[in-house]
């Protein structure tokens, strides 16, 4: 089974992380959420308080398939200014495991030079940030190990694409209808 990580920092866009770790967790995928700074509660964007599963400088890389970074412009930052993260990050992708980032935080993404010549999306107005990108203006979009999302509203396109990378693409369209999702 592969595991996953969404990343949680001070300012991160609730919708955008937790529909991820819903939606993969009915897939049955195995999805840890992760606090980047020293304690298990992370406040998002609209001040909603979540407990995450464990603590960034816990988590065993070695064991995951896919790092997960939701957005918000506050929780963008902080997951940039996130050293060890950035490492992290930098590495898995060099290694040819999945990225996935949505709203702001594909612009990590373009700062770093993952995005060289794949296609992605983020959201409206940061699409010069996406260094070295075809941009496209999907809900979501899968170039091989990358996967990125618009914004808040394209969070379940967004988390279809994680499963369908995962499980394949009858496993996502099965979840879709189960929650009643309409293209």
């Known amino acids: 089974m ?59 890389f070695d064991e995951m398939d896919m790092l997960i970074l939701p957005g918000g412009k506050l929780g963008t930052q902080n997951l940039e200014g996130c050293g060890p993260l950035m490492e992290k990050l930098d590495a898995f992708f060099k290694g040819g495991k999945c990225v996935a980032a949505i709203c702001a935080a594909p612009t990590i993404l373009g700062h770093r030079g993952i995005l060289e010549g794949k296609t992605a999306c983020c959201y409206p107005g940061l699409e010069d940030q996406l260094r070295g990108a075809k941009v496209v203006y999907e809900p979501a979009v899968t170039d091989g190990n990358v996967i990125t999302g618009r914004g808040m509203g394209c969070s379940v396109p967004f988390a279809l694409k994680i499963i369908e990378a995962c499980c394949g693409q009858e496993k996502a369209e099965q979840i879709a209808k189960q929650v009643v999702f309409q293209k």
Not at 33 to 39: K, Q, V, W
Request: proline share 0%; charged share 30%; net charge negative.
């Open 2 to 60: 592969e595991k996953l990580a969404v990343f949680l920092a001070e300012g991160f866009e609730e919708i955008e992380g937790l529909t991820v770790v819903d939606l993969c967790r009915r897939a049955g995928l195995s999805i840890t959420t992760a606090a980047i700074d020293s304690s298990l509660m992370v406040k998002g964007s609209h001040g909603i308080r979540v407990e995450a599963d464990t603590l960034l400088e816990k988590l065993d």
